[in-house]
């Protein structure tokens, strides 16, 4: 008569280690694949209209000789110090930590096309597949722990149930040393596809080398002590091995980085460090070459950020005056401006800047909007309109572009327009509640059918999902 009720908590028991586990395996996916809403998830995104630029023309041969060139793969910037790169759905986020460590844009290009191999090898699908198999696995070891733990305890023998724990633990561990197997794996497949990646592009691999060597490094002075089948990823020295054979048979082994192009890694190195890291930081990027371009452009921005304002014009005005059609030169200098309240000068170089912009950034525009906002005239307004709906055509969801976007509505007495600018701002910030608040406030006012009351309605109607895809 016990046996039934003893049956009943080794399914227990059963039931609370098969979801140990399996929180254990989602915790893994996770890491393969945060949803598109991860900006509102908390990850400290950073946007800047030329490192994205840079960081795009980077990746844009990578992503061709990947087959990725028409796949919409985004490029998303992380606030983070740390040396990393990964990839979730079709975004790639790149720390500027890395951007900056980065001395060379090879460094940067072999990043990019480590992650492209895993995107282009579908790895992310293929681990969520491995996952499930390990799930599988790990429920079936547990099974058969418990009808050993059942059996031990029908017939009083501790030996044979402390042998049914020990098959569900050792179930656990073979399926989480499986998905770890799997994964070093990948990052090998991903590896060997960078190197014919910057083949195909004419690109040598010593970047790739220099960064894992950063990584070995790392670990020897850290003095950490890895079980190498406890990780995700090969070991280091593992990983320079396998490679190094191919970079160094590669016939574009010994090709270095056009000037112009280390030239705008070495500016944008010294703005993310101005604007993140400090003026230590700048300093000592500017102690290699203080008279180089890269060093003026981290001076001024370091006089505009932390100095006289009027300095950093003139500072600007040198730079200009060397690269006059430099749209980030315009840029810097409509954010002095606006900073001094010149907001109709600041509109006039920001102008500069967006017809001068070969990437075409939304954010330069929305930056123009914003100055004529400033400006505050009716005219001005309605300019300012135009322009953040072109910066909003250009980068969807960019939700500050939204909130601005409806101050100026607001300012025309365009009231529907602007509710569900604000609506768009909710939603691209994730905050669906107001989001569809605002969505019906602007439906209530708009035309049915109409583009407008439309978009109201698939906000109104949509439903965030947190399932893995």
């Known amino acids: 008569m016990l046996s039934r009720p003893r049956t009943m908590i080794a399914r227990s028991k059963i039931a609370r280690t098969a979801r140990g586990f399996a929180t254990f395996l989602l915790a893994a996916a996770v890491a393969v694949s945060a949803s598109v ?81 895993h995107i282009a090898g579908g790895h992310q699908q293929k681990l969520r597949d491995q996952l499930d198999r390990a799930k599988t696995m790990a429920i079936i070891a547990t099974l058969l722990g418990a009808g050993a733990m059942v059996a031990g305890a029908t017939t009083n023998s501790r030996g044979l149930a ?85 970079v160094k048979a590669s016939p574009y082994v010994d090709n270095v980085d056009p000037p112009t192009l280390q030239q705008r890694h070495d500016m944008m190195r010294i703005k993310i460090a101005a604007y993140m890291q400090g003026q230590a930081a700048v300093s000592r990027l500017m102690r290699k070459n203080p008279t180089s371009l890269a060093s003026r452009y981290g001076d001024a921005q370091q006089t505009y950020l932390y100095g006289n304002p009027g300095a950093a014009l003139t500072k600007t005005a040198a730079l200009i005056k060397e690269q006059p059609k430099n749209p980030y030169f315009q840029e810097l200098r409509g954010d002095i401006l606006m900073k001094v309240n010149k907001p109709k000068d600041a509109a006039d170089a920001y102008a500069k800047a967006v017809s001068l912009d070969p990437a075409r950034s939304g954010l330069l525009m929305v930056s123009l909007g914003q100055a004529l906002m400033a400006v505050g005239t009716p005219d001005s307004v309605k300019k300012a309109v135009t322009q953040l709906n072109n910066g909003i055509g250009r980068d969807k969801e960019n939700a500050e572009a939204y909130r601005y976007l409806a101050q100026a509505y607001g300012e025309l007495g365009q009231i529907p327009a602007a509710d569900l600018a604000t609506a768009e701002g909710h939603f691209y910030s994730a905050d669906y509640k107001n989001a569809k608040i605002f969505a019906m406030r602007a439906q209530q006012k708009l035309k049915r059918g109409e583009p407008g009351w439309l978009r109201a309605q698939d906000i109104i109607n949509y439903t965030p999902s947190n399932k893995l895809k």
């Open 37 to 117: 809403n991860a900006f509102a998830q908390g990850v400290p995104v950073v946007r800047d209209a030329e490192i994205e630029a840079l960081v795009r023309d980077y990746a844009r041969p990578i992503f061709k000789a990947a087959g990725l060139a028409n796949d919409g793969i985004d490029i998303v910037l992380v606030n983070d110090q740390s040396f990393n790169a990964f990839v979730t759905g079709r975004r790639l986020f790149i720390n500027t930590g890395a951007l900056v460590a980065a001395e060379t844009p090879n460094e940067i290009i072999g990043v990019i096309a480590h992650e492209a191999g």
């Open 162 to 246: 402390g042998a049914g724990m020990g098959v569900a633990a050792g179930g656990g561990e073979m399926a989480q040393r499986s998905i770890l197997a799997y994964q070093r794996g990948e990052e090998i497949t991903a590896d060997r596809s960078a190197i014919t990646y910057l083949n195909a592009t004419g690109q040598s691999g010593m970047g790739m080398l220099k960064t894992f060597g950063r990584f070995q490094s790392a670990l020897s002075l850290s003095g950490t002590q890895l079980d190498p089948y406890r990780i995700s990823h090969p070991m280091p020295q593992e990983r320079i091995a396998n490679l190094e054979a191919l």
